[in-house]
Nanobody, 121 residues
Framework: HVQLVESGGGSVEAGGSLKLSCLVSGYVFGVCELGWYRQAPGKKERELVASINTAGTTTYPDSMKGRFAIAQEVTKRTLYLQMNNLKTDNTAVYYC???????????????WGQGTQVTVS
């Protein structure tokens, strides 16, 4: 049984940083791709922020390169998202995702966390 629990969201001023964590339960590391998505206020779709495959290779959409960094610590069963120089349009609910099709189209993702709110003002 796979369970994803995010933490680390909150309110931050523009230019600040936050580090999100996702505690992963179940047989995921080394088996499935993991990723972070976000859903901005008023938007229906979730947008890929970053992903990491079973070999540890990270991928970022062009719009996310430079200020976001995904990482995993397998011994702690945790996925991270470091966010730097945050801007107001980074305000969103951020979701941890695992397995299925973790990529630009989230429709095939198998598992989702409950989300953590990030507010940049």
């Amino acid at each position: 049984h796979v369970q994803l629990v995010e933490s680390g969201g909150g309110s931050v001023e523009a230019g600040g940083s936050l580090k999100l964590s996702c505690l992963v339960s179940g047989y995921v590391f080394g088996v499935c791709e993991l990723g972070w998505y976000r859903q901005a206020p008023g938007k229906k779709e979730r947008e890929l922020v970053a992903s990491i495959n079973t070999a540890g290779t990270t991928t970022y959409p062009d719009s996310m390169k430079g200020r976001f960094a995904i990482a995993q610590e397998v011994t702690k069963r945790t996925l991270y998202l470091q966010m730097n120089n945050l801007k107001t349009d980074n305000t969103a609910v951020y979701y941890c995702a695992a397995c299925g099709g973790v990529g630009p189209n989230p429709v095939s993702v198998n598992y989702w966390g409950q989300g953590t709110q990030v507010t940049v003002s």
